[in-house]
């Protein structure tokens, strides 16, 4: 079976500019989580998805939003960038929810 | 609310020494408890996972950890360093039930240093 996978990998925006990044996990997975990681926070979960609806979320601004389509295939938004958006953000997926989750390679966000 | 505290962010040992990488967690219910090794510039990786079962659990690449309740600790050991060991390596709680989804709380990290 093919891997979670995210795209892009690499991205750079500009401070006020919004951003989509997207995520096809692995086929017959239901569950997407999406985190981010920096260097001063560390892994910090923003929100699950399950069958099209917003199961869990993270304490992240509203500016962070996401959303799962009827195939899992999932993507999140962040509105207004900020220079501290800039982060690795990881992608993972599992089954139902619960177990084991995987993660995809993450895509990197740099704001100028 | 959950928390994992990873003892040491940086460890570093000679190849062929024990890997021994801390991790105490907090949780009002039975965990589940990762333990996740990330390479640069990728993802996370699945070492190994507890879920009520064994308490000593084995992983990939030789690693295994032991989940001790009285001591709230998961940690992660392998009896003898390779190269390629190194990387930086994450300890995850989880109190949520199957039913209840995902959300990970990961500890700092540990990131380990191999000298040959």
């Known amino acids: 079976k093919a891997g979670v996978t995210q795209t892009p990998r690499y991205l750079i925006k500009t401070r006020g500019q919004q951003v989509t990044l997207s995520c096809s996990p692995i086929?017959?997975?239901?569950?997407v989580s999406w985190y981010q990681q920096t260097p001063g926070q560390g892994l910090q979960f923003l929100f699950e998805?399950?069958?099209?609806?917003?199961?869990n979320k993270g304490n992240f601004p509203g500016r962070f939003s996401g959303r799962q389509f009827s195939n899992s295939r999932s993507e999140m938004n962040v509105s207004t960038l900020e220079l501290g958006d800039s982060a690795l953000y990881l992608c993972?997926?599992?089954?139902?929810?619960?177990?084991?989750?995987?993660f995809g390679p993450g895509t990197r966000l740099l704001v100028l | 609310a959950q928390s994992v505290t990873q003892l040491g962010s940086h460890v570093s040992v000679s190849e062929g020494a024990l890997v021994l990488l801390r991790c105490n967690y907090s949780?009002?219910?039975?965990?589940?408890l990762f333990w996740y090794v990330q390479y640069p510039n990728q993802g996370l990786q699945l070492l190994l996972k507890?879920?009520?079962?064994?308490?000593l659990v084995k992983g990939i690449n030789g690693f295994e950890a032991e989940f001790k309740k009285s001591e709230t600790s998961f940690h992660l050991t392998k009896p003898s360093a390779h190269m390629s060991d190194a990387a930086e390596y994450f300890c995850?709680?989880?109190?949520?039930?199957?039913?209840?989804?995902?959300?990970?709380?990961f500890g700092g990290g540990t990131r380990v240093l191999v000298k040959p």
């Open positions: 995850a709680v989880s109190d949520l039930g199957r039913a209840a989804g995902n959300k990970l709380t």
């Open positions: 086929s017959g997975h239901r569950s």
């Open positions: 993972a997926s599992s089954l139902q929810g619960g177990e084991t989750q995987y």
């Open positions: 949780s009002s219910v039975p965990p589940y």
């Open positions: 507890y879920t009520s079962a064994a308490t």
């Open positions: 998805y399950f069958s099209e609806t917003q199961r």
